[in-house]
C-alpha cells in the first residue's frame, strides 16, 4: 500500500533552516510528483511547491522562492523540503502529498502525516 | 493570487443534502477542468475527494459528487451522515505567474 512518512516535528530559532523528509513507499518513487502543502494551527492548506523526483526538476510558489528547496534521494525514496530563514509566521504542520498521476495531474492522492514545525525565540 | 472562496460554514441534518460553493476565477477554476476536494478531520492529513471537477477516486462514496459552472465549482453531499462532519477545502490549477495550484478558504460542514 502507498505510504508518506515524513520526519517528526522540529522546533526552531528564528532565522535558522529546517528540512522535512519524506520516505515514499508501495510504489515506485520516480514516477509520481510530490508537492509540499503547509497548515498553519486553524488556517487552511497553502502550496508551496513540487517536485519531480525522477528529473529533480522543482516548482515554488513565488511566496516561498529562495527561501525554500525541494530534493529528493532516489536510492531511498525519499523527497526533502528544505525552508530557511524562518520566522514565526512559518509555524505550521508540513505535509507532502503526492500528484495523483504521472503526467498532467493537478490532485494530491496519498498525503504524508504531517510535521509540525514550531518557530520561537 | 488569493485563495478560492468558500463559504466558512454549512450543516446539514443526517440525511439531508449540502452543496459547498467554490469561487475563483477565469485564471484557475473557470479555466481549467482540474478542481479537487480534500477533506479533513481535526488532527488529521487531508484525504482526496473528488480530483479534475467530477471524479472520485475508489472509495469515495458516491454521495460525494462535484460539479462545475463557469467560475464557481461545488461539491455536493447527499445523504449526509455524522462522519462527513469535517473541514473541506477546493483547490484548482491555476495560470498565476506566482504559483501552480491554489486551494480554497475551507468550509467547515456541520451535521447537526
Known amino acids: 500500500q502507498v505510504q508518506l512518512v515524513q520526519s517528526g516535528a522540529e522546533v526552531k530559532k528564528p532565522g535558522a533552516s529546517v528540512k522535512v523528509s519524506c520516505k515514499a513507499s508501495?510504489?515506485?518513487?520516480?514516477?509520481?510528483?510530490i508537492n509540499w502543502v503547509r497548515q498553519a494551527t486553524g488556517q487552511g492548506l497553502e502550496w508551496m511547491g513540487w517536485m519531480n523526483p525522477n528529473s529533480g526538476n522543482t516548482g515554488y510558489a513565488q511566496k516561498f522562492q529562495g527561501r525554500v528547496t525541494m530534493t529528493r534521494n532516489t536510492s531511498i525514496s525519499t523527497a526533502y523540503m528544505e525552508l530557511s530563514s524562518l520566522r514565526s509566521e512559518d509555524t505550521a504542520v508540513y505535509y507532502c502529498a503526492r500528484s495523483t498521476c504521472g503526467g498532467d495531474c493537478y490532485s494530491f492522492d496519498y498525503w504524508g502525516q504531517g510535521t509540525l514545525v514550531t518557530v520561537s525565540s | 493570487q488569493s485563495a478560492l472562496t468558500q463559504p466558512a460554514s454549512v450543516s446539514g441534518s443526517p440525511g439531508q443534502s449540502i452543496t459547498i460553493s467554490c469561487t475563483g476565477t477565469s485564471s484557475d477554476v473557470g479555466g481549467y477542468n482540474y478542481v479537487s476536494w480534500y477533506q479533513q478531520h481535526p488532527g488529521k492529513a487531508p484525504k482526496l475527494m473528488i480530483y479534475e471537477v467530477s471524479n472520485r477516486p475508489s472509495g469515495v462514496p458516491d454521495r460525494f459528487s462535484g460539479s462545475k459552472s463557469g467560475n464557481t465549482a461545488s461539491l455536493t453531499i447527499s445523504g449526509l451522515q455524522a462522519e462527513d462532519e469535517a473541514d473541506y477545502y477546493c483547490?484548482?490549477?491555476?495560470?498565476?505567474?506566482?504559483?501552480?495550484?491554489?486551494f480554497g478558504t475551507g468550509t467547515k460542514v456541520t451535521v447537526l
Open positions: 508501495g510504489y515506485t518513487f520516480t514516477s509520481y510528483d
Open positions: 483547490s484548482s490549477y491555476t495560470s498565476s505567474s506566482t504559483l501552480y495550484y491554489v
